[in-house]
Each structure stands twice: as C-alpha cells, then as structure tokens.
C-alpha cells in the first residue's frame, strides 16, 4: 500500500507571497492532520480534516487554511508569507474512526518551505 | 493542557551503549502513547506505541512502558547501532489531538 505522499518537496518562496501544498493520504484513509515542524518549536499541530470538514484546529493565524477533497487528498495554504513560516511541513494520514487508544498517524516525508 | 516532555538532545553514544531517552507526560484521562523516529530528509515513522498503563511497546529492539504513576515513557534500547541515529519523538494522543515532543537527536559512532 502506498505511503502518504506530499508534493512539492521543496518550495523556495519569498515574503508576502502565498503558497499551497499538497497531501495524499495511504488509502482508506479519511482523516489528514497538518504539522508545522521548526527546530525551536518542534511539531506543532495546524489543523485536522475528515471528510472534507475542518474537524480540529490548532493555534496558528488566519493566515494558515487547509481543505479536503472528496478523495481525501488534501490542500494547506499560507497567504502573506512571513520569513518565520520558514519550516517543514508534515502531513499525517489515519483511518478516523478507530476505537479510542488505537489511533496512530502515519507521516509524509514534508514539504520543506524557505520564505526568503 | 495536555504536554510531552523528553529528554534534551543531542545525544551521542558509541556502538553497542545502552540508550534511555526520557519522556514524561501531563493529559487528563488515559492518552495513548508513542514513539516516532525521523531519519535525515524524511517524515516521521511510528517506531513504537502503547495504549494503556503497564503495556509495553518495542519495535526493532527499542522499548518502552507507559508507567502511569510516574506519567513516563522512558524509551531503551539495550545496544545501539550506527543506523539508530535519527531524531526520536514522543507524542501522546489526548482528546482529539496529538501532542509532541521536542524531538531528541542521536547519533551513534562507530
């Protein structure tokens, strides 16, 4: 079975721009969660789709959007790029409904994004 | 809130050593708990997990046991090889989310 897959890899973009980035779930899955990972912050959670509705939403600003398709592959977008949004972006895939202690996220390799 | 706490890094080791990373933990309830590992250039891997107190997880030699009275999850391995060297995560699920660690670096020498 196919792993989740992010594209593009890597983005180089410049202040004030807007970028979008992808993500494709393993099959199955309905659920995609989005993490913004720096090395002071670690991983920080953005947000959670299932179904094509926002289920869970972490602290970051409006600034940072996301969406589902019907086939689950998701979208996250950043508008008004700021030099700190300079960062890895993962993508992580579940089921969605597994029995409460089961769940487990299964990781994409990033998007690596510099905002210059 | 809920929170994981681990072990600063980085941690260097020579071949064949013993290897603890510590993690402690503050959820309310009984989260679920795990391990991630991230090699260099890659996303994060589930090395291992536990669900509840007492149960052990282990995955290609790495252990843990999620110890509730001490709200930890100490991460071992009895002998390290070059190709553990990694960044390693603990992480919890609590209510709808999961929390992260820090990330601990190792890096193993031959």
């Known amino acids: 079975k196919a792993g989740v897959t992010q594209t593009p890899r890597y983005l180089i973009k410049t202040r004030g721009q807007q970028v979008t980035l992808s993500c494709s779930p393993i099959?199955?899955?309905?659920?995609v969660s989005w993490y913004q990972q720096t090395p002071g912050q670690g991983l920080q959670f953005l947000f959670e789709y299932f179904s094509e509705t926002q289920r869970n939403k972490g602290n970051f600003p409006g600034r940072f959007s996301g969406r589902q398709f019907s086939n689950s592959r998701s979208e996250m977008n950043v508008s008004t790029l700021e030099l700190g949004d300079s960062a890895l972006y993962l993508c992580?895939?579940?089921?969605?409904?597994?029995?409460?202690?089961?769940?487990?996220?299964?990781f994409g390799p990033g998007t690596r994004l510099l905002v210059l | 809130g809920d929170s994981v706490t681990q072990m600063e890094g980085p941690v260097t080791l020579s071949e064949e050593a013993f290897l603890t990373i510590n993690c402690t933990y503050t959820?309310?309830?009984?989260?679920?708990l795990f391990w991630y590992v991230q090699y260099p250039g890659e996303g994060l891997q589930l090395l291992l997990k536990a669900t509840k107190a007492d149960d052990k997880g282990s995955n290609k030699g790495f252990e843990a046991t999620y110890r509730k009275e001490t709200t930890s999850f100490h991460l071992e391995k009895g002998s390290v090889q070059v190709s553990d060297s990694a960044v390693y995560f603990c992480?919890?699920?609590?209510?709808?989310?999961?929390?992260f660690g820090t990330g601990t670096s190792l890096t193993v020498i031959p």
């Open positions: 959820a309310t309830g009984y989260p679920s």
């Open positions: 992580a895939s579940r089921w969605g409904r597994e029995p409460a202690g089961q769940e487990t996220q299964y």
């Open positions: 099959s199955g899955h309905r659920s």
């Open positions: 992480a919890l699920r609590g209510g709808n989310q999961f929390y």
